[in-house]
Each structure stands twice: as structure tokens, then as C-alpha cells.
């Protein structure tokens, strides 16, 4: 039943069902899964040509080993032998899972197979809700392949795209996140641009706990006007305040050669989006403590587990 509900709702998030009459469906979206859309453009079109179609389209897009996850009834009769053959010929390995949306553990059991596979992508095949569905598994368990959606081009015609199925934090406290480079913005007014070095930030917070956070988690850090205290948030939207222990920052400049700068410099610090930042970080209660600070992680009897691997703070401390 749960499984249903999750199928139900994600069809809800689409932008449409498509017709029933439509023999194989492949994802359509930017990011998410907003709809779904046939291969084959016409009703009429035989399961054969369907097919051949998605074949010529897989061999479009650039991929030659592709994890198929269909829905029960998106691939008919000898529609799977056809594909297996077809894409064969083609110089395309496919690595065909059926599941049953209905049942989350089916469509997990799936994607926990294809996680590990070596293969390029994941095309998701089925209904509107179906596909929505298999993304939001991905998403869950953090599959790293790009799941391949059909997007339209500028001549009006579908192809197929690799997307990452996971989400990132694309704006934090107000600020866009780079794609390429860290921003360092300095109190002075000056700006610089590169990667930060540092492997670890060290956070001593108000509840006097310390915290040491992996660069790689993090977003952005912002000091607080002339003070040293510091608001640290990471990529999955966690935020803590403290003092900053570590003295400077190292920054591999993007034109130019190292920088090391003094935290007493630094008004802010915006990371750049990273490919999967978030793969390995898993959905956890989320607490809100009275100072403002979020954290995700595990309740426990008098400690809270910040998710892997910010820390611990006293629970009492939540609310």
C-alpha cells in the first residue's frame, strides 16, 4: 500500500498522464520527472517500430551499456527479447529489470542491482507515475548513474539526455551557487575564484560541541559582520553557527597560483555545485534547534547522530 501512495503521489508531481494506448514510455524532464511521453510519436505505431526506435535514440545519445528499469506492461509480449536483440546489433548491452511500482521493495531491489552495475545510465520506462517513481528510488538511494530523460531540442524534437537523478542545493542564504569554482568573497570588497583546499572545516558551535565537516559536504560559510562567528550550511541544507577554528583557508586560485587567507579576511565562502554531492547521504529526521540551527541524523536517547559524518550535539537541544 505504502508503495502505491508513493506511485500515486509522484504521478500527482507530472505534468500529465500519457495515453494508455502508448506502448513504450520513456522519461520526459528537466531534473525531475515531469513527464512522460512515447517513443514513438504516433498511436499507430507498431511495438516493433517502438522499439527500433528507442534503440536508435539509445545509439543517438551516446550510450552503450544502459540499465533498462521498466515498469510491469511498458515492455509487451516479445518486447524484451526484441530490445535485448535489436540493441545487441546495435553495440548497445542492456542489463533489463522489470518491476512492480506497487511494490517499493521491488522497485528497490532493482536499483539496489544497478547501482553497482557497470553501465552508463538508467533509463527508467513506463507511465507517468511509474517513472517518477523509479526516480525518486534513485534519488533515495542515491544511485550515481544519470538517469537518461527525453528532452525536447530546439527543432521541437525529443532526444534523450543524461540527467543526474540527484538534486543538489542550488541557492544557499540567498546566494547562487557557482558550477565551477568557489566564491570568496573578502570583507575588503575584493573577490576570488578557485578551490578551497582545505580537506576539513572545524566547527566549535554555540553548544560548545565540536564538529568537523569535510569540505566536499559543504555550501557555504558566511561570517557574521566584523565578528569571527561563522554560519556553516552543507549540501544537504544543514546548518550550523560557531567559531571557526581553523586559521586561514587554502584556495588553488583559478587563474594564478595558491592563496592562503586568513579567516579574519573572509566575509563569505559559496562552494561550487559538485556531480552527486549528495550520493551516500541519506534521508534522516530533520531538527530544528532553538538557536536556528538545522541538522539531519538520528534521534537517539540523550544524543542526536548528525548523518555521516558531521556529528553529535545533546537532543535536549531540539525542538
Known amino acids: 500500500m505504502k508503495g502505491r501512495i508513493v506511485a500515486l503521489l509522484a504521478a500527482v508531481l507530472v505534468a500529465r498522464a500519457v495515453s494508455p494506448q502508448g506502448v513504450l514510455q520513456s522519461a520526459s524532464a528537466s531534473g525531475d520527472a515531469q513527464e512522460a511521453t512515447r517513443v514513438a510519436g504516433s498511436r499507430a505505431a507498431a511495438p516493433s517500430a517502438t522499439v527500433s526506435q528507442l534503440v536508435v535514440d539509445l ?56 547501482a553497482t552495475a557497470d553501465v552508463e545510465a538508467v533509463l527508467p520506462l513506463g507511465d507517468a507515475g511509474a517513472i517518477a517513481a523509479i526516480v525518486q528510488e534513485m534519488r533515495n538511494l542515491a544511485v550515481k ?131 552527486n554531492e549528495l550520493a551516500g547521504v541519506q534521508r534522516n529526521n530533520v531538527l530544528v534547534l532553538h538557536t536556528g540551527e538545522v541538522l539531519t541524523g538520528t534521534v537517539r536517547a540523550r544524543t542526536f547522530a548528525s548523518g555521516p559524518p558531521m556529528g553529535r550535539c545533546p537532543s535536549k537541544q531540539a525542538r
Not at 69 to 95: F, M, N, S, W, Y
Open 145 to 275: 548513474h544519470p538517469a537518461l530523460i527525453r528532452e525536447n531540442d530546439a527543432r521541437g524534437a525529443t532526444r534523450l539526455v543524461k540527467r543526474s537523478a540527484l538534486p543538489f542545493l542550488d541557492t544557499v542564504l540567498g546566494f547562487k551557487r557557482p558550477e565551477t569554482d568557489d566564491l570568496i568573497s573578502l570583507k575588503n570588497g575584493d573577490k576570488a575564484t578557485g578551490t578551497v583546499l582545505n580537506e576539513s572545516i572545524r566547527l566549535r558551535t554555540s553548544h560548545n560541541f565540536r564538529l568537523e565537516l569535510p569540505t566536499r559536504m559543504l555550501a557555504a560559510i558566511v561570517f557574521e559582520g566584523q565578528a569571527l562567528v561563522a554560519t556553516v550550511v552543507t549540501v544537504n541544507a544543514n546548518r550550523f553557527s560557531g567559531f571557526i577554528e581553523n586559521p586561514a583557508l587554502v584556495v588553488k586560485l583559478t587563474v594564478g597560483g595558491q592563496l592562503q587567507v586568513s579567516k579574519k579576511r573572509i566575509n563569505r565562502v559559496i562552494f561550487h555545485t559538485r556531480p
Open 59 to 114: 545509439k543517438a545519445a551516446g550510450v552503450r551499456k544502459v540499465a533498462v528499469v521498466a515498469a510491469k506492461g511498458a515492455l509487451r509480449d516479445a518486447q524484451p527479447a526484441q530490445l535485448l536483440t535489436e540493441a545487441t546489433r546495435a553495440g548497445i548491452t542492456i542489463l533489463l529489470k522489470d518491476v512492480e511500482i506497487g511494490s517499493a521493495e521491488s522497485v528497490r531491489a532493482a536499483l539496489e542491482i544497478v
